[in-house]
């Protein structure tokens, strides 16, 4: 069985609401820009927390922000 990633629509979403920036999404979950970039870039999955905390600030289910991608190893 291969390895799952999270993966998601943040920057898009981001892009579709009034262009918001890292740093305007970050200020509003309560994280670092980095932390969003490192998101936005897959290298970094989310507490279950701050997943919460993003998918409300789009007004979405975690499932509209958040997928599983399966990794053929």
Not at 25 to 50: F, H, M, N
């Amino acid at each position: 069985m291969g390895k799952s990633l999270i993966s998601n629509h943040i920057r898009k979403l981001r892009f579709n609401q009034d262009e918001m920036t890292q740093q305007q999404l970050a200020d509003k979950v309560g994280v670092t820009r980095q932390t969003i970039v490192a998101l936005e870039q897959g290298k970094y999955s989310p507490s279950l927390e701050l997943a919460f905390r993003i998918a409300r600030v789009f007004k979405l289910s975690l499932e509209d922000v958040f997928f599983i991608e399966d990794e053929q190893v």
